[in-house]
């Protein structure tokens, strides 16, 4: 009997052991953090001139059409095989070559994650597009996440990329504020946004913001922190006389779309918020395409028709940042449970 009760609280303090060495190690990030920017070259901007960015959500090159994803209702948790999740960045590096964009946000990138075979896919995009400069800023660092219980998450170490053609005066990761409750925090992401402020010939400069919002927060509390956050620090900068382009996962239903254009069988998921409109600043604009879906809901491997679509991922831009042309780009979910987005656009001249 003694030994069974020896045994019983053995077993049960594995998971107090467990949170505690979880609680220690967890890392909080600074408010702000400057960030390096490799292969920093590129030419400074100028008023009047198109330009491109593309944002995509890569999901880790392992949320292919075959995979489901257990938050979402299915049941997987990590890419199926390595050989397929460097099919899955493959292919992605091809689009991404092929469309030259001068711009690129990607997020959801591994530098080394046990659910993507510890492929550094930082590395990956960089050794393919070498003549972009290239700043990585941190928002998912576990060492270990165990759900689900049968094939666990693992160890994650995560975040949000952008490449540029041009310049890069300053880089910098800006924590969002919001978090979960103890001891759900110390396993998810340390949401954030990248700033990268590229110089313009007239003096001003041109602040980027690759930005990856929460999802799964009940009730949206930790996505209205953000957003506030978020609203005010654009404000600032466009104020202060600079050009202003938000871009990436948003999270939300972007204003002027409207996903029951799109006829599924699968109802909206749960998760599934529109953007407030009090959120956009006072002349901002949205950039996205109507018309095609950036997002699919992963209850179930993707079936056209079937899984519920809609559109999170765009742009915003300031008043002075006039919008050229805004392209979604259709590749049937068959690499990322995201479709890419490609904007145009131009610095007006202010004088």
Request: hydrophobic share 35%; glycine share 6%; net charge negative.
């Amino acid at each position: 009997m003694v030994k069974i009760v020896f045994g019983l609280s053995a077993l049960l303090s594995i998971p107090v052991i467990f949170l505690s060495v979880m609680s220690i190690t967890h890392n909080t990030p600074d408010p702000i953090t400057p960030l390096k920017t490799e292969n920093n070259q590129g030419t400074i901007m100028q008023t009047n001139n198109p330009f491109s960015i593309t944002t995509f959500n890569i999901g880790y090159a392992g949320l292919d059409e075959d995979q489901d994803f257990f938050m979402d209702g299915g049941t997987m948790s990590r890419s199926r095989s390595k050989e397929q999740t460097l099919i899955n960045l493959e292919q992605m590096g091809k689009f991404l070559r092929k469309q030259d964009s001068d711009f690129i946000f990607l997020q959801e990138v591994n530098i080394k994650a046990t659910r993507s075979f510890h492929i550094n896919q930082n590395e990956f995009f960089a050794s393919l597009l070498t003549n972009y400069s290239s700043t990585f800023g941190m928002n998912h660092q576990v060492k270990w996440i165990p759900i689900p219980i049968k094939k666990p998450i693992g160890s994650v170490y995560s975040g949000l990329v952008t490449k540029s053609k041009f310049y890069t005066s300053s880089s910098s990761r800006y924590q969002l504020p919001g978090k979960e409750k103890w001891p759900v925090e110390l396993f998810g992401l340390d949401r954030c946004f990248i700033e990268n402020r590229i110089p313009v010939q007239s003096g001003s400069e041109l602040v980027l913001l690759n930005v990856h919002l929460s999802a799964y927060d009940k009730g949206g509390f930790i996505r209205k922190q953000q957003l506030d956050f978020l609203q005010t620090y654009i404000g600032e900068e466009y104020e202060k006389g600079n050009y202003v382009i938000v871009g990436g996962d948003w999270n939300h239903v972007l204003p002027n779309t409207d996903h029951l254009m799109f006829k599924t069988t699968e109802q909206a998921p749960f998760w599934l918020q529109d953007l407030p409109e009090e959120f956009t600043p006072m002349n901002f604009t949205w950039a996205s395409d109507p018309t095609i879906p950036t997002v699919r809901n992963n209850a179930f491997p993707y079936q056209k028709g079937m899984n519920f679509v809609s559109i999170i991922d765009g742009f915003l831009v300031s008043p002075n940042v006039e919008i050229v042309e805004v392209n979604g780009h259709d590749l049937d979910f068959k690499h990322s449970d995201h479709n890419p987005v490609v904007g145009t656009f131009i610095l007006k001249a202010l004088f």
